[in-house]
């Protein structure tokens, strides 16, 4: 079998998708060997020779100039543009700042504010075609692993297209929602990670985005009922949302 | 005159260049140029409750996401004049050290390791078949483990709140891991000799910087006062007044000095600030390894932090199963601020409550732009004399590595106040 060329990038987001990968400790052997690892900053001095990729995976979002001009130049390079993580796919946390961007960054930088050329962040898919999503805050280790395995074979993974409830209910775990009466949001969101936090007893956050045809009307009522605010259900409901994009 | 530029920087967290100036043969300028956006998380916090705060925190960085977590919990708490359960605090040190362990072995192992190996990454050691970067990554898997247990997942752990912690970790679970710790201790010692090795690093002046790091009676990672090499102790909340941030125009993160100096944040400061104390691991001399140093004060840190887990395990596994882990909480205004060492240094987290319990001001402070204009004294320092380009961007790569640096961290931004 040809060696998959593979780069993993990193834009605007807090590395813990690329960190997601080197987690995978006892399978980055066997990564290695379906895998040329052309272009991974963060684990190899490799320099990229700027060659046509097969994949390209994508973490965090564009607030760069810089930033636009890679992406753009990555999806003329790969046949295959993987968007990694919640920053790739809707910006992540940080589209929740508010404010007025120009003067946040005065008061932290000062006079210095002007040469730092930035804006708020974007998701990759604002830009270029994106083939596939992989969702999460980050995204599980077996997600990376089904995705180098199906890319190293030609394809790509089949996505989860329910919510993470089902997960939780296969594995036979309480409901925290309506059992434990905790503001879970298991309901509204997208499956994939085999629903770990509410398996461990937490609750879920959300941190996958919303799943395909959430009924967030009944969410929001369930939550409203343990006696949360309205601010306090459209803040949690919001976290991991992004922003709507009228080109979208 | 002539700028070298070492870019990207590679193998480490974050993104940046090092530029290096040459006047008549002579390296006359160093600057530490970070180029990562900043993620403004201070328009992020102002106005949201408490409540959101610590699962958005973590969010600055993955490598330290349950340093963060665990910071901003307990600024939170002294906020609220709140005192959290003890098996609650023993489940956040479990989390804290098991981050320690993680963030280690992925520095030493598959960061450090192929620079000692002469190869581009941890993938060709594995490839050859090389022990030190398997039992490294086992190590480093241990960490994850060990993080999963105490915070729910690996990368943002959930188990974190504001007034303690959500659940206990499952007993058998624990009692699992005490037999792996075992195996440990006996594997762990020779796996860290190599970086205690004066041939394997390169030539250096002394390491730089008026040390500072969390103080306390003897060596933990949590404290309530920060100890400076030149003799100072100050409370925590003091931090503004020994600490003098300003922006630079080359960088995306602010420098911090004290009294005018550069200062070093990290394990070496930990090591030589606590120097003397019953259960600091004692650093040997390694002559003139200079800021490299600080990756055999990491591997000693590893044994400490190893023997610290196998005591917490055995001190949770005598707990009473049904222990209160959670403190109630009654919102309202206050101040707090938490002085912590994540694994590459000193983080501070600061938050101010409104009346009603959002958040009014935040500022938080992390190791990397605390070390940065260390780091480019370093530099500078070390490099004098270096004349082949080629020796000098390697030997600039391995001195800003030298540091783990978090470069994520180091541009989340928030407004000082």
Same mark, same amino acid.
């Given at each position: 079998?040809?060696?998959?060329?593979?780069?993993?990038?990193?834009?605007?987001?807090?590395?813990?998708?690329?960190?997601?990968?080197?987690?995978?400790?006892?399978?980055?052997?066997?990564?290695?060997?379906?895998?040329?690892? @052309?272009?991974?900053?963060?684990?190899?001095?490799?320099?990229?020779?700027?060659?046509?990729?097969?994949?390209?995976? @994508?973490?965090?979002?564009?607030?760069?100039?810089?930033?636009?001009?890679?992406?753009?130049?990555?999806?003329?390079?790969?046949?295959?543009?993987?968007?990694?993580?919640?920053?790739?796919?809707?910006?992540?946390?940080?589209?929740?700042?508010?404010?007025?961007?120009?003067?946040?960054?005065?008061?932290?930088?000062?006079?210095?504010?002007?040469?730092?050329?930035?804006?708020?962040?974007?998701?990759?898919?604002?830009?270029?075609?994106?083939?596939?999503?992989?969702?999460?805050?980050?995204?599980?280790?077996?997600?990376?692993?089904?995705?180098?395995?199906?890319?190293?074979?030609?394809?790509?993974?089949?996505?989860?297209?329910?919510? @993470? &409830?089902?997960? &939780?209910?296969?594995?036979?775990?309480?409901?925290?929602?309506?059992?434990?009466?905790?503001?879970?949001?298991?309901?509204?969101?997208?499956?994939?990670?085999?629903?770990?936090?509410?398996?461990?007893?937490?609750? &879920?956050?959300?941190?996958?985005?919303?799943?395909?045809?959430?009924?967030?009307?009944?969410?929001?009522?369930?939550?409203?009922?343990?006696?949360?605010?309205?601010?306090?259900?459209?803040?949690?409901?919001?976290?991991?949302?992004?922003?709507?994009?009228?080109?979208? | 005159?002539? =700028?070298?530029?070492?870019?990207?920087? $590679?193998?480490?967290?974050?993104?940046?260049?090092?530029?290096? $100036?040459?006047?008549?043969?002579?390296?006359?300028?160093?600057?530490?140029?970070? =180029?990562?956006?900043?993620?403004?998380?201070?328009?992020?916090?102002?106005?949201?409750?408490?409540?959101?705060?610590?699962?958005?925190?973590?969010?600055?960085?993955?490598?330290?996401?349950?340093?963060?977590?665990?910071?901003?919990?307990?600024?939170?708490?002294?906020?609220?004049?709140?005192?959290?359960?003890?098996?609650?605090?023993?489940?956040?040190?479990?989390?804290?050290?098991?981050?320690?362990?993680?963030?280690?072995?992925?520095?030493?192992?598959?960061?450090?390791?192929?620079?000692?190996?002469?190869?581009?990454?941890?993938?060709?050691?594995?490839?050859?078949? *090389?022990?030190?970067?398997?039992?490294?990554?086992?190590?480093?898997?241990?960490?994850?483990?060990?993080?999963?247990?105490?915070?729910?997942?690996?990368?943002?752990?959930?188990?974190?709140?504001?007034?303690?912690?959500?659940?206990?970790?499952?007993?058998?679970?624990?009692?699992?891991?005490?037999?792996?710790?075992?195996?440990?201790?006996?594997?762990?010692?020779?796996?860290?000799?190599?970086?205690?090795?004066?041939?394997?690093?390169?030539?250096?002046?002394?390491?730089?910087? =008026?040390?500072?790091?969390?103080?306390?009676?003897?060596?933990?990672?949590?404290?309530?006062?920060?100890?400076?090499? *030149?003799?100072?102790?100050?409370?925590?909340?003091?931090?503004?007044?020994?600490?003098?941030?300003?922006?630079?125009?080359?960088?995306? $993160?602010?420098?911090?000095?004290?009294?005018?100096?550069?200062?070093?944040?990290?394990?070496?400061?930990?090591?030589?600030?606590?120097?003397?104390?019953?259960?600091?691991?004692?650093?040997?001399?390694?002559?003139?390894?200079?800021?490299?140093?600080?990756?055999?004060?990491?591997?000693?840190?590893?044994?400490?932090?190893?023997?610290?887990?196998?005591?917490?395990?055995?001190?949770?596994?005598?707990?009473?199963?049904?222990?209160?882990?959670?403190?109630?909480?009654?919102?309202?205004?206050?101040?707090? =601020?938490?002085?912590?060492?994540?694994?590459?240094?000193?983080?501070?987290?600061?938050?101010?409550?409104? *009346?009603?319990?959002?958040?009014?001001?935040?500022?938080?402070?992390?190791?990397?732009?605390?070390?940065?204009?260390?780091?480019?004294?370093?530099?500078?320092?070390?490099?004098?004399?270096?004349? *082949?380009?080629? $020796?000098?961007?390697?030997?600039?790569?391995?001195?800003?590595?030298?540091?783990?640096?978090?470069?994520?961290?180091?541009?989340?931004?928030?407004?000082?106040?």
């Amino acid at each position: 079998m040809k060696k998959l060329r593979l780069a993993y990038v990193r834009f605007t987001s807090c590395c813990g998708c690329q960190l997601t990968l080197l987690n995978c400790e006892e399978q980055l052997a066997a990564i290695d060997e379906v895998a040329e690892v @052309v272009y991974f900053d963060m684990a190899s001095s490799r320099p990229d020779d700027g060659g046509p990729l097969d994949a390209v995976l @994508v973490e965090g979002s564009i607030s760069r100039p810089e930033e636009l001009v890679e992406l753009l130049r990555l999806r003329r390079r790969a046949e295959i543009l993987v968007a990694v993580g919640a920053c790739a796919l809707t910006g992540g946390v940080n589209v929740l700042a508010g404010g007025d961007r120009i003067a946040l960054c005065e008061g932290v930088y000062g006079e210095c504010a002007r040469e730092k050329l930035t804006f708020p962040q974007q998701p990759l898919c604002r830009f270029v075609r994106v083939d596939l999503q992989i969702a999460g805050c980050p995204p599980e280790r077996s997600e990376h692993l089904r995705l180098l395995g199906a890319l190293a074979r030609g394809g790509l993974p089949a996505l989860s297209e329910y919510a @993470v &409830c089902m997960e &939780c209910r296969q594995r036979e775990n309480l409901c925290l929602l309506l059992e434990a009466q905790q503001p879970c949001l298991g309901p509204v969101t997208r499956a994939g990670c085999n629903a770990l936090c509410p398996s461990f007893g937490a609750i &879920c956050e959300g941190c996958r985005g919303p799943v395909t045809e959430a009924n967030r009307s009944e969410e929001s009522r369930l939550l409203l009922g343990l006696g949360l605010s309205e601010r306090q259900v459209r803040a949690r409901m919001e976290r991991f949302s992004g922003v709507t994009h009228e080109d979208h | 005159m002539k =700028t070298i530029s070492l870019q990207p920087l $590679t193998r480490v967290e974050g993104h940046g260049r090092v530029e290096m $100036t040459v006047q008549a043969g002579r390296l006359a300028a160093v600057r530490l140029v970070i =180029t990562e956006s900043p993620r403004l998380f201070e328009g992020l916090l102002i106005g949201r409750s408490w409540q959101e705060v610590p699962a958005l925190v973590s969010r600055i960085c993955a490598i330290c996401s349950g340093v963060h977590r665990v910071a901003a919990a307990s600024a939170l708490e002294s906020a609220l004049g709140l005192d959290i359960p003890p098996v609650a605090r023993r489940v956040r040190e479990l989390l804290l050290l098991g981050g320690h362990i993680e963030s280690h072995a992925l520095h030493l192992f598959c960061l450090t390791l192929p620079d000692l190996a002469g190869t581009e990454s941890i993938l060709e050691l594995l490839r050859s078949g *090389d022990g030190r970067a398997r039992e490294g990554l086992a190590l480093k898997a241990l960490g994850n483990h060990i993080q999963e247990l105490a915070g729910g997942r690996v990368i943002h752990p959930v188990n974190v709140e504001v007034g303690g912690v959500v659940r206990l970790p499952v007993r058998e679970k624990l009692e699992a891991l005490l037999a792996e710790l075992e195996e440990w201790s006996g594997r762990l010692p020779p796996l860290v000799e190599v970086f205690a090795d004066r041939r394997g690093y390169p030539p250096a002046t002394a390491a730089l910087g =008026t040390r500072i790091a969390v103080d306390c009676d003897d060596f933990l990672l949590t404290g309530r006062s920060l100890g400076f090499s *030149d003799g100072r102790v100050i409370a925590g909340e003091r931090y503004r007044e020994v600490l003098e941030e300003r922006p630079v125009p080359w960088s995306n $993160t602010k420098h911090s000095r004290t009294a005018g100096a550069p200062l070093l944040a990290g394990a070496l400061a930990r090591l030589e600030n606590a120097a003397g104390r019953a259960s600091a691991p004692v650093l040997p001399e390694l002559s003139a390894a200079g800021i490299h140093g600080n990756n055999l004060a990491q591997g000693l840190e590893l044994l400490w932090a190893l023997r610290e887990v196998r005591h917490l395990v055995r001190e949770l596994l005598a707990g009473d199963v049904d222990a209160a882990v959670m403190a109630a909480v009654r919102p309202g205004a206050g101040v707090g =601020t938490c002085v912590i060492e994540a694994p590459r240094g000193l983080l501070i987290h600061h938050y101010a409550l409104d *009346d009603q319990g959002r958040v009014a001001a935040a500022d938080i402070l992390t190791p990397t732009a605390i070390n940065q204009a260390a780091i480019e004294a370093q530099l500078l320092a070390d490099l004098q004399g270096v004349t *082949d380009e080629t $020796t000098l961007t390697d030997r600039a790569g391995r001195i800003v590595r030298a540091y783990d640096p978090c470069i994520s961290c180091s541009v989340h931004v928030l407004k000082g106040r």
